[in-house]
């Protein structure tokens, strides 16, 4: 597949007189492929929105590369303008204006044909509220329209800052299916999302970001099988036999993650039977032996808990070794 976004160690730093200097990106690496759904992960201050407005030409990089549709930027960004719709941030509407009209004007300002009004307000579920004005939305249907402002263009590259914020469980779902939707009919999605249970279900890959950084990426599948620690829980039949039962198991070589009041979490358990053995030989009896799957929300918190600070050597990708080979209104319409 070939690569529709491409950073190669972008660098990004601020100075002030009270902070001094600070790396808001220090080498950052990010590749998407063609088709996918792709998640853009990072807490706050990680670098995340300093990157999609780098990319969107809004901030001015102090080094490194990127190119869109294979046309570097900056340089190509006039270029290359018209096939990106994008949303990062909270976009901000005239409140007296309604969304047809909001729609319009964007449609308008951007040359595009009147028709993809009415298109994009049935993409995101608005039609049948598209004559009310924008005062009276709420925060998930002005997210809606914000995502409809994206779409405008049927652009190539649709990059998106937390579109399901404000979205109750059946707008996240219906959320989902559009972007799922959109890959299908071949546009390419970058999708940034603090709702990792989300991330996990709709991207076919993922970059995480921490402290400038690239800290893990690939397939999504892959960078959880990368993190998985072969997790076990583990319960007895009498709670007051925890305390025994770790330090058996620890005394066996088997690692006790975590003791908990009503059970154990081990790490590294290559055989489960083992531990109902080796508890068995000293009297103790397990009623529950569960593996547990790891996540992509526990492989975000322990990769970005335990990120390198800037400034220090980099650190090597912990995740999967694979390498897959502004505001509405400006870059909405």
Known sequence: MSAVLEIEGLRKTYRSRKRGVRHALDGFDMRVEAGQVHGFLGPNGSGKTTTLRTLLGLIRPNGGRMAILGQELPRALPAVAGQVGAIVESPQFFPHFTARDTLGLLAQAGELPRRRVDEVLEQVGLRDRAGERVKTYSLGMKQRLAVASALLKDPKLLILD????GLDPGGIREMRRLMRELAESG???????????????????????????????????????????????????AVTDLPHA???????????????????MLADVDK??????????????????????????SVFLELTATAPVPGQNRQVDQSAKVDQTGTAGGWGA
């Open 272 to 297: 489960p039977a083992e531990v109902s053995r080796i508890l068995a030989e000293q009297g103790l009896y397990v009623s529950e032996l569960t593996p547990v799957a790891v996540d992509l929300e």
């Open 187 to 237: 546009m390419t999605v970058v999708l940034s999302s603090h709702i990792l249970g989300e991330i996990q279900l709709i991207c076919d890959s993922v970059t995480i970001i921490s402290l400038g950084r690239r800290v893990a990426f690939g397939p999504v599948d892959q960078v959880l099988a990368a993190h998985s620690q072969n997790s076990v829980r583990v319960r007895l039949e």
């Open 162 to 165: 937390e579109p399901a914020n």
């Open 246 to 264: 770790a330090e058996t198991l620890t005394r066996s070589g088997i690692r006790v993650a975590a003791a908990e009041p009503d059970h154990l």
